[in-house]
């Protein structure tokens, strides 16, 4: 297997393009992190392909939340394993392609969690990096090369990741995810995001803004500005002194291009009067938010330790619609925690009644090694969380629907960000994060424009150009 790790030389001086494969699991920070790793290796000549098979390199940028998603990555690398075992097969009989080898990485949260574990289980695993780490890919791919299977973890410093990586930035279309704020420190009895991506962090306010001129001066309409608890955003300002979200909101709406920002995700009790005021203030603040509340039952609340109440949340939720009368509220919900009682989880429908999301997801609690909620008493069995699921899951679906029918007879703007499956279609976004289908509108990817609505459906809206559109394209 040795060999094999060594990445494929140019001999005849004409450098082959390298070609990198980057499998993402889990959440929009692990789809920002892949960006980052394809920029970190582009220099070396490494261009990405959306297949392993053809792949110099794959990376899977892995997810640890809940027992699935990190059970994935194991069967994922017992496929790249045959691959990698036949192409070194090919090498040696000398048929086959001219791709002889294949490095395999695991980066992101199962990688940090459990990195011992995956290089015992996966022995065609040749690098295993952190979510603070990926910076150093370069460096670990030469030293792969040279350790000849060595294999290389990393522990958490996100102030030299980003100050390590690219100004340049790869991308891809008129929106864009950029990290602002890592980590946390809130430590709810069930989650493993404390542990995989440390202490709370944030991006000092110079870098974040240089990020985003980058970004516009890619053509970049929107950014979604990225936090495990974003709204706890306190970067260092030009001042010196900390800066909040709502204040970095108001910066980056100065950047000519970024006419829309977003953010994710949010903890209730960082929601602050400021944040809630700029909603009403700022029309580039787009009115949609996720505010996980997870159940609607003030004991699982505290089983939970997620440090508020529901009448603190649904009170909030008041505020921010008394800011912004408008806001789609979205939300995670956690069902089947553990000591969870049919009136709990009555409570959580109720507090969903209450709210009406336009979109939330809803998971069956998993327990996660190293975490409290895993050895408590009380855990729920799956056929009642399972039943549990379903009843929540057709109540948020019932909601997302009615939301979106509302839609229809009104004139929304839409951002066009990519080519639909259908002739000269396209698909952009309302503020509210509706997918919106246009026919005839291929030109007009990139722009914001209004559209009337036609009808809403359970995933999308369709819509049509209005006159002035149709004028003005
Ligand atoms: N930082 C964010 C999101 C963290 S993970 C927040 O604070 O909300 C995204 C969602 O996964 C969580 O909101 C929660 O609903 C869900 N989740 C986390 N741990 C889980 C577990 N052990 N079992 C089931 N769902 C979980
Ligand atoms: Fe996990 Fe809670 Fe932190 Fe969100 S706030 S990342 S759910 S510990
Ligand atoms: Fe998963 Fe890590 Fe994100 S555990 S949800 S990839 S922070």
């Known amino acids: 297997m040795t060999e094999t790790l060594v990445p494929p030389a140019a001999s005849d001086g004409q450098a082959a ?8 699991y889990g959440c929009q920070m692990n789809v ?5 790793m394809a920029d970190v290796l582009r ?3 490494y261009a990405t392909t959306d297949t392993a098979a053809d792949a110099d390199f794959v990376i899977l940028n892995t997810c640890h939340i809940r027992e699935k998603a990190a059970e994935k990555v194991y069967s994922e690398l017992g496929k790249l394993r045959e691959l990698k075992d036949a192409r070194a097969e090919n090498s040696k009989t000398g048929s086959g392609n001219s791709r002889n080898s294949m490095i395999i990485a695991v980066a992101g949260c199962v990688a940090q969690a459990e990195g011992e574990e995956i290089m015992r289980r996966q022995p065609a ?3 295993v990096v952190g979510p603070q780490a990926y910076h150093q890919l370069p460096e670990l791919l030469t030293r792969t090369a040279r350790a000849r299977g060595e294999r290389i973890g990393a522990d958490f410093a996100p102030v ?7 100004q340049a930035r790869g991308v891809n279309g008129p929106t864009a995810f950029l990290t602002v704020q890592e ?14 991506r440390g202490a709370e962090w944030s991006r000092p306010v110079a870098a974040v803004l240089a990020e985003a001129r980058e970004l516009a001066g890619r053509g970049v309409r929107e950014v979604t500005l990225l936090g495990q608890n974003v709204n706890a955003y306190d970067g260092e300002g030009p001042d010196g002194a900390s800066s909040t979200l709502a204040r970095l909101a108001y910066a980056l709406a100065e950047i000519p291009g970024i006419d829309r920002i977003r953010y994710t995700t949010s903890h209730p009790n960082d929601m602050t009067d400021a944040l809630i005021a700029a909603h009403g203030e700022l029309d580039a603040l787009m009115p949609w938010l996720h505010l996980p509340v997870q159940s609607g039952s003030d004991r699982v609340l505290r089983l939970m330790n997620r440090r508020h109440g529901r009448t603190k949340y649904l009170e909030l939720i008041d505020r921010i619609r008394g800011s912004r009368p408008d806001m789609a509220m979205s939300g995670d919900f956690i069902v089947g925690f553990p ?9 959580t429908m109720d507090l969903v009644r209450r709210v009406g999301y336009a979109s939330a997801f809803a998971f069956m609690y998993s327990p996660r090694p190293g975490t409290p909620a895993a050895s408590m008493t009380g855990q729920v069995p799956a056929e009642v969380a399972r039943a549990r699921l379903h009843a929540l899951q057709a109540l948020l679906a019932e909601q997302q629907l009615a939301f979106n029918m509302d839609k229809a007879g009104r004139t929304v703007d839409v951002l066009f960000e990519k080519k639909g499956r259908h002739g000269a279609q396209a698909i952009g976004r309302s503020p509210w994060l509706q997918s919106v289908h246009v026919d005839d509108a291929d030109h007009l990817i990139g722009r914001i424009v209004p559209v009337d609505i036609e009808y809403g459906q359970q995933n999308s809206l369709k819509g049509r150009l209005t006159e002035k559109a149709l004028d003005g394209a």
């Open 17 to 24: 393009p390298k070609r990198l494969f980057i499998k993402t």
């Open 32 to 36: 920002y992190d892949s960006e980052r």
């Open 43 to 45: 220099p070396l000549g």
């Open 125 to 127: 695993v040749d690098i």
């Open 160 to 166: 030299d990741k980003f100050d390590a990586l690219p």
């Open 183 to 196: 980590g946390c420190d809130k430590f709810c009895t069930f989650c493993v995001v404390p542990y995989t």
């Open 339 to 347: 000591g969870e009682t049919d009136r709990d989880f009555e409570e």
